[in-house]
């Protein structure tokens, strides 16, 4: 039997839906991307081990997608599995003492919105990242001062193995866009986060005014994969970029937002090869112009 064949056996037994040559496209928020050789949604923690498992077994690459909000898919696409920990394992339980314990693939906004109606104050800079929990804590994804690193105690994970692990908060190697499962093999199952009670109305107020923040300075009506370059010590990539009259700079489709610097958007049919080489034009231009060095945020899936 084929590895594929057994692939779909294991995906029927924990309902988990199979896709062959799947566009990535579809599955990232810059809309970019070539096709892979097969797409799992993901409904169960044993399902993904077994899965996991068995690409093992079989010399199979797989990878890990959540919201595909930090990711640039090449054009050529992914040449094995992609697993994607998303709407089908995005539950979500309010605990005893301001504690919450999501799935990886629960949205930040859900949840936002569930310890909202809680009174459960510490996501509020959070709520507009278009990630899951899952992702936001692989990159320690943060905003207007805050990060994921500020009320994450626990998370849950399968190890390169597919062996089921926890792991404390401390343990995690949080940094700026940095946690111990950063460029590896382990998978994020689960995440518990401590928050605290504060009043409704002053919650949602704060909330509301990152949401409207974002809306008014980030291109958000165009694709892209969210801030593309990190933050250099002693600066901010998108002052760097728009100082050296970059904003509006395109090689085909791919464009750095007039509205915000920091951002390469997706103005129509751009290739994931025109994003990296405006992309190498802005860290070649800034390099020289201003001698910083700027790093590309998302991951680029080859």
């Avoid at 090869?273 to 700027?294: A, F, M, P």
């Amino acid at each position: 039997m084929e590895w594929i064949d057994q692939l779909e056996t294991v995906c029927r037994k924990y309902n988990c839906p199979l896709h062959r040559d799947e566009p990535l496209r579809k599955y990232t928020t810059f809309r970019i991307g070539g096709g892979c050789t097969a797409l799992v949604d993901i409904s169960s923690v044993e399902g993904l081990q077994k899965l996991v498992q068995l690409c093992n077994q079989n010399q199979v690459r797989w990878t890990v997608l959540g919201n595909g909000s930090n990711v640039l898919v090449s054009d050529e696409g992914y040449d094995g599995v992609v697993f994607i920990v998303g709407r089908q394992f995005s539950g979500v339980e309010i605990l005893d003492g301001g504690l919450v314990r999501c799935q990886a693939g629960a949205l930040l906004m859900s949840v936002a919105k569930m310890v909202l109606e809680e009174s459960l104050s510490g996501m509020e800079c959070l709520a507009g990242i278009p990630g899951t929990i899952g992702g936001a804590l692989y990159m320690n994804a943060g905003a207007y001062g805050g990060e994921m690193a500020d009320v994450v105690v626990s998370a849950e994970y399968l190890d390169e193995d597919g062996l089921l692990k926890t792991i404390s908060g401390e343990e995690m190697e949080l940094s700026y866009r940095h946690s111990m499962f950063s460029g590896t093999k382990r998978i994020i199952t689960s995440v518990t986060m401590q928050l605290h009670s504060g009043k409704y109305d002053a919650i949602k107020t704060e909330m509301e005014g990152y949401l409207n923040q974002r809306r008014a300075k980030q291109p958000l009506e165009l694709p892209s994969a969210g801030s593309t370059f990190k933050r250099p010590a002693g600066s901010y990539a998108s002052f760097l970029i728009d100082q050296c009259g970059l904003k509006g700079a395109s090689v085909g489709d791919a464009q750095v937002s007039t509205k915000h610097a920091g951002f390469v958007v997706n103005t129509g049919k751009a290739t994931c090869r025109d994003v990296l080489e405006l992309c190498d034009y802005v860290i070649e231009t800034v390099k020289e112009k201003t001698g910083y060095q700027l790093e590309l945020e998302p991951v680029v899936l080859r």
